[in-house]
């Protein structure tokens, strides 16, 4: 059985791994339950609890009240309007929705919005500069590093992780450690060039 957590700890308390899959489980498995049964159970477990996260994101801090079951993609497109970071595949198998927490790249279909609380999170509405272009986006036009540009922010991202990781000395390097973004239109030599470009640059 799971054990139910209150909103009030929740809400002034950073959430474990523990409890954010707790209360994930919890509200899947009241979806399943038949609606006699649910409204047996009373108006105190038949909604989903909330989360309060503070999340910095492009350097303005916001503090959202969230389901915990919501990815951190579903919260910068969907409570922030931040609709840069694409959703591609919703399974972390294309690298669409990559972007940078806490200065590492992630997939963020697959990364629970209430486990990074206090997180500072950067998307590539984030990267230019008094209306300048950052480095590696002119250099994804320079080497056109994009076709449809569906994948694009997730590549730059990715690309940007790729950099200041220290895995961007060779184009062999480079394939390898961005083989987890999937640009369906086939610019690979582009964006490999992009970012041998940027990293030179640096």
């Known amino acids: 059985m799971v054990k139910k957590t209150s909103s009030p700890s929740l809400s002034s308390t950073k959430v474990s791994r523990r409890e954010a899959l707790q209360l994930t489980v919890g509200a899947v498995a009241l979806t399943g ?7 047996a159970t ?8 909330r989360v309060t996260v503070a999340l910095t994101v492009n ?13 951190i993609l579903d919260v910068l497109r969907e409570k922030l309007d931040l609709s840069g970071t694409k959703k591609g ?8 929705c990559t972007v940078l927490v806490d ?3 992630i997939v963020s279909c697959l990364t629970l919005a209430a486990m990074h609380d206090g997180a500072q999170i950067q998307t590539v509405e984030g990267l230019e500069s008094n209306g300048a ?3 590696l986006q002119q250099a994804f036009i320079d080497h056109e590093g994009l076709q449809c540009g569906f994948c694009t922010p997730g590549q730059i991202m990715s690309g940007l992780g790729c950099i200041s990781e220290g895995h961007a000395t ?11 973004n999937i ?3 086939g610019a690979y030599p582009g964006i490999v060039a992009a970012v041998a470009d940027a990293a030179g640059r640096g």
């Open 103 to 105: 200065g590492r790249r």
């Open 133 to 135: 272009l950052h480095p």
């Open 42 to 49: 009373g108006p105190s477990t038949s909604a989903t609890p």
């Open 33 to 39: 339950l038949p609606s006699e049964t649910a409204a």
């Open 89 to 96: 595949c919703n399974q972390g198998a294309c690298g669409a």
């Open 183 to 185: 640009c369906r239109c």
């Open 59 to 71: 350097g303005t801090t916001h503090t959202l009240d969230i389901d915990p079951r919501q990815s």
């Open 170 to 180: 060779s184009p062999e390097e480079i394939k390898f450690w961005m083989s987890g």
